[in-house]
């Protein structure tokens, strides 16, 4: 009765919800702002306005917003555009968060561009069914590895979808994250893309007193590149789903990861390491001396499971899989590994010892299955990481209940091809 009760309260709210308009260029605050021709001016008049359930703010495209005290907590509420022309700006000029919410529930952003947030761009804390849908949420500044695009603090279902995450600040060696989900569950990123940030994406375990794991992370459909240190930085997943992405670590000299697992170095946090991951039919392109997988700093990350991706060294330094100690378990088969230069002489390590090479690695019981060689992209030169007619990708997969590949085209159960591209021809 009282969730039937709830469910027509809603209906009832967001029958007389309205639209408030604002435009920087043509509004005026004292204007009422429901129309677009008496728009409001400035985003501090949504802080100081209360909002009904299923209202919407709709900012006028074209317009940039400079603020000088972040939107706060609205919940309930949809945050749009409208009007041709360019997403509207929200710009912080250096000196604010844009977005601040503490607590706040049901809201969504689309289609609107955040920039230069101070120390972040949108910082939610214990927020729940928060959607990012269409925007560009960039170049936020602070210079230090706890400062983001997106900073999201225990809650729940955060969906961030066909956004950008790209190029925030760094400086000196260190800089801003794009994504830091810390102890936020159930969250999901698909059809994004995250570029040159300092690690692309960081996976904590939330803050005293109640640490706790990154429950049930999903990252699909995204390009994931040029992580100036790596990009995914995993201190504190549990059963995150990585499948059919692009990843490609950072072009420049010195050691840049794809993947790096690890705790604080304390030995405190060792529980919260990556625990029950599944990497499926993503391709990993590798250009410098770092790792595609590596573990430090005594992590046991166990009950991973690594399926039917592409490992692509370009760099004979460069190793597939390091690990400093010794490790949990991990599930290795249906993958293909290539190295353009070189020959496969070192490319795994656990705990001291390094394997000599593919057929070694293989002897230790990982990827029977898996193949050594060339995938034949495309146009690698271009970034075309898909498939070629005689690619020995093709058909070597093996079914892991995933329906579309990066592309949205159908994957077959029976003819699944490895790396993030099925081949469009196959059928």
């Not at 039937?4 to 809603?10: G, H, P, Q, R, S």
């Not at 997403?87 to 503490?102: E, K, L, M, T, Y």
């Not at 997988?293 to 166990?302: K, P, Q, S």
């Not at 590994?337 to 000599?356: D, L, Q």
Request: glycine share 8%; hydrophobic share 30%; aromatic share 14%.
């Amino acid at each position: 009765m009282r969730t039937i009760f709830v469910t027509l309260l809603f209906i009832i709210n967001t029958a007389f919800a309205t639209t408030y308009y604002i435009d920087s260029i043509n509004g005026n605050d004292k204007n009422p702002g429901i129309t677009t021709s008496s728009p409001w001016n400035t985003l501090h008049k949504i802080n100081i306005f209360k909002f009904k359930t299923g209202d919407t703010v709709s900012l006028m495209s074209g317009s940039r917003f400079m603020i000088t005290e972040p939107i706060s907590s609205k919940s309930g509420i949809i945050f749009n555009s409208y009007g041709a022309g360019e997403r509207p700006v929200i710009d912080a000029g250096s000196s604010c968060i844009c977005v601040n919410f503490d607590g706040a529930n049901d809201t969504k952003f689309i289609n609107c561009k955040f920039v230069n947030g101070f120390p972040n761009n949108i910082n939610l804390w214990k927020c729940n069914h928060i959607t990012i849908e269409s925007c560009n949420i960039d170049s936020s500044k602070g210079a230090n590895i706890h400062n983001c695009n997106i900073y999201t603090g225990e809650g729940s279902f955060l969906s961030v979808r066909n956004s950008t995450l790209n190029y925030s600040e760094q400086t000196q060696g260190t800089g801003n994250l794009g994504i830091y989900l810390d102890g936020t569950e159930n969250s999901l990123m698909e059809y994004d893309t995250l570029m040159g940030n300092f690690s692309n994406i960081r996976i904590g375990f939330g803050n005293a007193p109640t640490y706790d794991y990154t429950d049930n992370l999903v990252v699909r459909y995204c390009v994931v590149k040029y992580g100036k240190y790596d990009n995914i930085d995993d201190d504190g997943s549990r059963n995150a789903q990585f499948y059919y992405n692009v990843f490609e670590s950072d072009t420049s000299s010195g050691y840049h990861d794809n993947v790096y697992i690890f705790s604080d170095g304390s030995g405190k946090f060792d529980q919260y390491s990556a625990v029950g991951s599944k990497y499926f039919n993503n391709t990993f392109i590798s250009h410098s001396k770092g790792c595609t997988f590596e573990i430090r700093n005594g992590v046991v990350a166990t009950n991973n499971t690594i399926k039917n991706n592409i490992f692509y060294n370009t760099n004979p330094s460069g190793w597939m899989f390091y690990s400093d100690n010794t490790y949990g378990t991990w599930e290795f088969n249906n993958n293909i590994f290539y190295i353009t230069h070189g020959t496969y002489n070192h490319y795994w390590h656990i705990n001291s010892t390094t394997i000599a090479n593919f057929k070694s690695w293989k002897n230790l019981g990982y990827d029977t299955l898996s193949i050594c060689a060339d995938p034949l992209f495309t146009n690698y030169r271009t970034g075309n990481y898909s498939l070629r007619s005689g690619s020995p990708a093709l058909n070597s997969g093996t079914s892991v209940g995933l329906t579309n590949d990066i592309h949205g085209n159908p994957v077959p159960k029976n003819s699944t091809d490895i790396g993030a591209f099925q081949h469009f021809n196959l059928e």
